[in-house]
C-alpha cells in the first residue's frame, strides 16, 4: 500500500475538483490542536520528520490511480488528472521537541491548493499520534524527579510501526533506553530488558533460574523476582547476587503488587545482604501518575520501565486537532462554524521569556526578546535542512520543560498555558468575519427577493 493512497476518500475527491477548475493558486493550511486534552498543561510536538518525509517522497503514480478510481468505481481515465502530482510547496513547523499550547500552528503548509490538500490526512494522522505519545512520555519523566525511565511499551502499542515510534518519542522525551530491539538498533536508543515470568516458572526453582541467566549473560544482571513470593525472591537473588559479586550494575525487578511497601522490603533485603548498590526495578501498569504517588511517597525505586498506558497515551489517546485552510490565493480565509472557529491568515508563534507565547501573523516582527517558533523546514518539495535527530528534539524538550510553570509541568491538575493573540491577528480576524457576515446578510436578502446571488468575493 503506498503512503500516496493512506489517507481519507475526501481528499482525493476535492483534489481531482480544484483540478479539474483550474483551483492550482497556493493555499495555506494550518494544522493545530484546538484544545488540550483534559489531565495536561502543555504539549510536545512530535512526528514532523516523519510528515517531512512523507511530504519530500509524493508522487500520484499510476498504481495510486488506479487504487484511486477503485475506490470510487470509477474508470482510471477519470482519475489521470492527479498522475504525476508532487508536493511542491513550503512548510513552516515547530521543531520536534519544543512544548507547544492550545492555539498556536504545529505546522503550516503553504502549497497549489491541490497538493495541500492531498496532505491533509497523513500529517494528522502522524503529528496527532507522536505529540500525543510524547506529551505523556515527557510526564513521566517529569514525575521521576531524575531516575531513570525505560520504554516497556512495543507488546501493547497498536501496530509494530507505533511501537518504533513510541520507543523514539521515549528518547526524545528522556527515556533511558527501550526493550524494542528493533528501535534500539535502527535509532540508536540503548536497549534495556530482564526476563519474563515464563522463564523462572521454566525452572526447577527461582535459584535455578538466576544462576542460569547469570551463566548466560555475563556483566550486570537484572532478576524478576515477584514470579512467586516477592520478598523470599528478593532473598534468592541477594544470595546469587552476593556469590555472584557482579558489581554494580545489577538488579532486581518488581512488577506486581504494592510498589511502595515491596520496594522498602526489597531495600531492607539487599542492603542486610551488602548489595547496597544493586538497584531496584519497577514495572506493571505504570505510567507518569503511578511513577509520581511512588518518588512522592519516598519508595527506594531505582529505575521505572513504563509500557501499556505510554505507547497509547492511554488517558489521552486523541487530540482535537485541524487542518484548516486560513489563505487562498493571496486571500485568508476563516471558519465560522459554532465552536470550530479558526483564525485566517498565516502565523507565526512567538516565545517569550516568562510570558505567554504570542500567536501572531507571520510577518509580524517580534515582540521584545521573543522568538520565533515555525521555521522553514521546507521549501520547493524540499527539505531546507538535514533531518532533525531526537537527541536535539531531547535538547529542545529539556530547555522548554525548565521554562515553563510549575502548575503546568505538575502531574495532577495541572494548569495549562494560554498564548495571547496579537492586534494584528485580532484585526484581521475582525475584518474577515464581518466581511464573510455582510456577504451572508447579502445573499440572504437576494434568496428572499429572488435577486440573483451576488458573486462571492472571498475577501474580509
Given at each position: 500500500?503506498?503512503?500516496?493512497?493512506?489517507?481519507?476518500?475526501?481528499?482525493?475527491?476535492?483534489?481531482?475538483?480544484?483540478?479539474?477548475?483550474?483551483?492550482?493558486?497556493?493555499?495555506?493550511?494550518?494544522?493545530?490542536?484546538?484544545?488540550?486534552?483534559?489531565?495536561?498543561?502543555?504539549?510536545?510536538?512530535?512526528?514532523?520528520?516523519?510528515?517531512?518525509?512523507?511530504?519530500?517522497?509524493?508522487?500520484?503514480?499510476?498504481?495510486?490511480?488506479?487504487?484511486?478510481?477503485?475506490?470510487?468505481?470509477?474508470?482510471?481515465?477519470?482519475?489521470?488528472?492527479?498522475?504525476?502530482?508532487?508536493?511542491?510547496?513550503?512548510?513552516?513547523?515547530?521543531?520536534?521537541?519544543?512544548?507547544?499550547?492550545?492555539?498556536?500552528?504545529?505546522?503550516?503548509?503553504?502549497?497549489?491548493?491541490?497538493?495541500?490538500?492531498?496532505?491533509?490526512?497523513?500529517?494528522?494522522?502522524?503529528?496527532?499520534?507522536?505529540?500525543?505519545?510524547?506529551?505523556?512520555?515527557?510526564?513521566?519523566?517529569?514525575?521521576?524527579?531524575?531516575?531513570?525511565?525505560?520504554?516497556?511499551?512495543?507488546?501493547?502499542?497498536?501496530?509494530?510501526?507505533?511501537?518504533?515510534?513510541?520507543?523514539?518519542?521515549?528518547?526524545?522525551?528522556?527515556?533511558?533506553?527501550?526493550?524494542?530491539?528493533?528501535?534500539?538498533?535502527?535509532?540508536?536508543?540503548?536497549?534495556?530488558?530482564?526476563m519474563a515470568h515464563s522463564y523462572v516458572e521454566a525452572f526447577p526453582g527461582e535459584?535455578?533460574?538466576?544462576?542460569?541467566?547469570?551463566?548466560?549473560?555475563?556483566?550486570?544482571?537484572?532478576?524478576?523476582?515477584?514470579?512467586?513470593?516477592?520478598?523470599?525472591?528478593?532473598?534468592?537473588?541477594?544470595?546469587?547476587?552476593?556469590?555472584?559479586?557482579?558489581?554494580?550494575?545489577?538488579?532486581?525487578?518488581?512488577?506486581?503488587?504494592?510498589?511502595?511497601?515491596?520496594?522498602?522490603?526489597?531495600?531492607?533485603?539487599?542492603?542486610?545482604?551488602?548489595?547496597?548498590?544493586?538497584?531496584?526495578?519497577?514495572?506493571?501498569?505504570?505510567?507518569?501518575?503511578?511513577?509520581?504517588?511512588?518518588?512522592?511517597?519516598?519508595?527506594?525505586?531505582?529505575?521505572?520501565?513504563?509500557?501499556?498506558?505510554?505507547?497509547?497515551?492511554?488517558?489521552?489517546?486523541?487530540?482535537?486537532?485541524?487542518?484548516?485552510?486560513?489563505?487562498?490565493?493571496?486571500?485568508?480565509m476563516m471558519k465560522l462554524s459554532s465552536a470550530k472557529v479558526t483564525a485566517p491568515?498565516?502565523?507565526?508563534?512567538?516565545?517569550?521569556?516568562?510570558?505567554?507565547?504570542?500567536?501572531?501573523?507571520?510577518?509580524?516582527?517580534?515582540?521584545?526578546?521573543?522568538?520565533?517558533?515555525?521555521?522553514?523546514?521546507?521549501?520547493?518539495?524540499?527539505?531546507?535542512?538535514?533531518?532533525?535527530?531526537?537527541?536535539?528534539?531531547?535538547?529542545?524538550?529539556?530547555?522548554?520543560?525548565?521554562?515553563?510553570?510549575?502548575?503546568?509541568?505538575?502531574?495532577?491538575?495541572?494548569?495549562?498555558?494560554?498564548?495571547?493573540?496579537?492586534?494584528?491577528?485580532?484585526?484581521?480576524?475582525?475584518?474577515?468575519?464581518?466581511?464573510?457576515?455582510?456577504?451572508?446578510?447579502?445573499?440572504?436578502?437576494?434568496?428572499?427577493?429572488?435577486?440573483?446571488?451576488?458573486?462571492?468575493?472571498?475577501?474580509?
Amino acid at each position: 500500500m503506498s503512503d500516496v493512497t493512506t489517507t481519507d476518500l475526501y481528499e482525493v475527491t476535492m483534489a481531482l475538483s480544484y483540478l479539474r477548475e483550474d483551483m492550482r493558486a497556493p493555499a495555506t493550511f494550518s494544522l493545530f490542536v484546538r484544545d488540550l486534552p483534559p489531565g495536561r498543561g502543555f504539549l510536545v510536538a512530535a512526528g514532523l520528520e516523519p510528515a517531512l518525509d512523507f511530504l519530500a517522497g509524493y508522487r500520484v503514480e499510476r498504481p495510486d490511480v488506479e487504487e484511486f478510481a477503485d475506490a470510487l468505481r470509477r474508470p482510471v481515465r477519470g482519475l489521470e488528472p492527479l498522475l504525476g502530482l508532487a508536493f511542491e510547496g513550503e512548510v513552516r513547523a515547530v521543531p520536534e521537541g519544543h512544548a507547544v499550547f492550545a492555539g498556536e500552528p504545529l505546522l503550516e503548509v503553504t502549497a497549489p491548493l491541490p497538493q495541500a490538500q492531498l496532505a491533509e490526512t497523513y500529517l494528522l494522522n502522524q503529528v496527532c499520534h507522536q505529540t500525543a505519545v510524547a506529551s505523556k512520555a515527557a510526564r513521566c519523566v517529569l514525575a521521576a524527579a531524575g531516575r531513570p525511565v525505560v520504554d516497556f511499551s512495543l507488546r501493547r502499542t497498536h501496530g509494530p510501526w507505533a511501537g518504533l515510534q513510541a520507543a523514539r518519542l521515549g528518547a526524545l522525551a528522556g527515556f533511558a533506553g527501550t526493550s524494542n530491539v528493533a528501535a534500539a538498533t535502527a535509532l540508536g536508543i540503548p536497549a534495556s530488558g530482564t526476563m519474563a515470568h515464563s522463564y523462572v516458572e521454566a525452572f526447577p526453582g527461582e535459584e535455578e533460574a538466576f544462576r542460569a541467566f547469570a551463566r548466560c549473560h555475563p556483566g550486570p544482571v537484572t532478576f524478576l523476582v515477584d514470579t512467586y513470593d516477592t520478598v523470599a525472591g528478593v532473598e534468592v537473588a541477594a544470595r546469587v547476587l552476593r556469590d555472584l559479586a557482579r558489581g554494580p550494575g545489577c538488579a532486581v525487578r518488581l512488577d506486581s503488587g504494592d510498589l511502595d511497601a515491596l520496594a522498602r522490603r526489597a531495600r531492607a533485603v539487599l542492603d542486610a545482604a551488602g548489595l547496597t548498590d544493586v538497584r531496584i526495578v519497577a514495572s506493571g501498569g505504570l505510567d507518569e501518575y503511578g511513577v509520581d504517588r511512588l518518588v512522592r511517597a519516598g519508595a527506594p525505586i531505582d529505575v521505572y520501565a513504563v509500557g501499556t498506558r505510554i505507547g497509547v497515551a492511554a488517558d489521552a489517546p486523541y487530540l482535537d486537532a485541524a487542518y484548516k485552510l486560513v489563505e487562498y490565493d493571496g486571500r485568508p480565509m476563516m471558519k465560522l462554524s459554532s465552536a470550530k472557529v479558526t483564525a485566517p491568515g498565516r502565523k507565526q508563534v512567538f516565545r517569550r521569556a516568562g510570558q505567554p507565547d504570542v500567536v501572531a501573523l507571520w510577518q509580524e516582527e517580534p515582540p521584545d526578546s521573543a522568538r520565533p517558533l515555525l521555521r522553514t523546514v521546507m521549501r520547493g518539495g524540499r527539505r531546507t535542512g538535514a533531518p532533525d535527530h531526537w537527541r536535539d528534539a531531547r535538547e529542545r524538550l529539556r530547555a522548554d520543560l525548565a521554562a515553563l510553570p510549575a502548575a503546568a509541568r505538575r502531574i495532577d491538575a495541572p494548569e495549562p498555558v494560554r498564548p495571547v493573540v496579537s492586534p494584528a491577528l485580532r484585526e484581521l480576524t475582525a475584518r474577515v468575519r464581518a466581511g464573510l457576515e455582510a456577504r451572508f446578510l447579502r445573499e440572504s436578502a437576494d434568496a428572499d427577493t429572488g435577486a440573483p446571488a451576488s458573486p462571492p468575493t472571498g475577501r474580509g
